[in-house]
């Protein structure tokens, strides 16, 4: 078993200036962690994925989806909504 855990636990922003924070989730003993997608909030996500392989910590990902960009919604425009929002959280990734 492997364990993450989400840098948002002390930070709101997940930058290349959190090495510190990343390099001491490291040693707590974690596997990984989780970096939160947004396309409204676009972080570096190449640059900290580097950074977390320099310091040999998988990576994971998560994202809210707003309310209007639900993807089990009955309305098809609002999945589509929903598709474009965490396709958007994945151009951002690159």
């Not at 990343?22 to 994925?49: C, H, Q, Y």
């Not at 994971?60 to 958007?88: H, M, Q, W, Y």
Request: aromatic residues 6%.
């Amino acid at each position: 078993m492997k364990y993450g855990v989400n840098p948002m636990v002390w930070t709101t922003r997940v930058g290349e200036g959190q090495k510190a924070l990343l390099s001491r989730i490291r040693d707590w003993g974690f596997d990984g962690a989780e970096l939160f997608l947004s396309p409204t909030e676009p972080a570096n996500i190449p640059a900290v994925k580097n950074l977390l392989d320099q310091l040999h910590l998988e990576c994971t990902t998560c994202s809210v989806l707003p309310r209007e960009a639900n993807l089990i919604s009955a309305d098809s425009k609002v999945r589509a909504r929903g598709s474009e929002f965490l396709k958007a959280c994945v151009e951002g990734m690159v």
